[in-house]
């Protein structure tokens, strides 16, 4: 996990912590790793910021011991990412178990909205099972909506995983208005005194105009209290125009990389909190319910740095 991003931190410290080096040396090092970030999933723009801000910290350092050199560098890298990475996550749980608290106290009930976002194959529709699970292990009632009526199959994988769940699930047959989905799951959580909503949405390309405004409309009806991106961690560098697209388009409040466990690489979180410059909530480490993470930078940085 994360190896092609842990090379190209190792390669810099191995060509730094060798020898005294002129500026110019320097320079030349330090545009070698920004090109091995790229190849790593950091956005070239990322890439190039973590580069110039690393070599300006190094600049007029005079080599001392080796271990010395070393930790100097290693330092330098992990103050850049961490730089990045340290956006407050919004710690959906202790938001839910607010609004449960605030609805206790009053006469009508509010359920936790959250909509999911994200491109085809993205792994949402798992995604939101595995939330779904999560909430439901925690002690928090929940309904899905399914208020993606344009895929094949759509309705039928997350009825699917309500019933394995044993929650239930709002839908309407293919071609209905996705909004009228999300509107009836609210209504419904409404009258049952459901805690939380979690709404499906078509995973079209962001760059399908007709698929922005459909998202726009649910999020004018549903009114979320979340908007989370749901994105794959093999995307490569159309994560960034995906990630770019929703978030401009539609606007997000939190992500979730999925696939995790399968990307050699690491780079696609560094850019997709970069991208939005919202958080990072949760990774997808596997397929199974409870293969589902809570991201912390410094977890995230120990796996490439720390064992360096």
Not at 2 to 26: H, N, P, Q
Not at 106 to 125: A, D, R
Not at 244 to 259: A, H, R, Y
């Amino acid at each position: 996990m994360f190896d092609a991003l842990r090379r190209a931190v190792a390669g810099l410290v191995e060509k730094i912590a060798y020898k005294e080096l002129s500026e110019s040396d320097l320079t030349r090092i330090l545009f070698e790793f920004e090109l091995n970030l790229i190849a790593a999933d950091v956005a070239a723009s990322v890439a190039s910021e973590i580069s110039k801000a690393v070599l300006n910290k190094l600049k007029g350092q005079t080599v001392g011991r080796f271990s010395d050199t070393r930790k100097l560098v290693l330092n330098a890298v992990r103050e850049e990412l961490s730089q990045i990475l340290a956006i407050r996550p919004l710690d959906i749980l202790k938001k839910i178990q607010e609004q449960r608290n605030a609805n206790l106290s009053s006469s009508q009930w509010k359920p936790f909205v959250i909509v999911f976002l994200g491109p085809n194959g993205s792994g949402k529709t798992t995604t939101i099972a595995k939330i779904a699970n999560l909430l439901k292990k925690s002690g928090f009632s929940v309904v899905l909506a399914c208020s993606d009526t344009f895929r094949a199959g759509a309705i039928e994988q997350l009825e699917e995983h309500a019933k394995r769940l044993g929650i239930r699930m709002i839908k309407r047959e293919y071609g209905a208005d996705p909004a009228s989905v999300c509107f009836d799951a609210i209504a419904h959580a409404v009258a049952k005194k459901i805690d939380v909503v979690l709404i499906d949405t078509a995973g079209r390309l962001a760059t399908d105009v007709d698929l922005i405004a459909e998202m726009q409309k649910i999020v004018r009806v549903s009114k979320p209290d979340i908007r989370c991106l749901v994105v794959d961690a093999l995307m490569g560098n159309d994560l960034v125009v995906q990630a770019e697209l929703f978030n401009n388009g539609v606007g997000i409040d939190c992500s979730v990389l999925t696939k995790v466990d399968a990307d050699v690489k690491g780079g696609a979180a560094i850019t997709l909190i970069h991208v939005t410059k919202k958080p990072i909530e949760f990774i997808g480490v596997g397929q199974k319910y409870e293969d589902l993470k809570k991201f912390e930078h410094e977890w995230f940085l120990e796996k490439i740095i720390g064992e360096l």
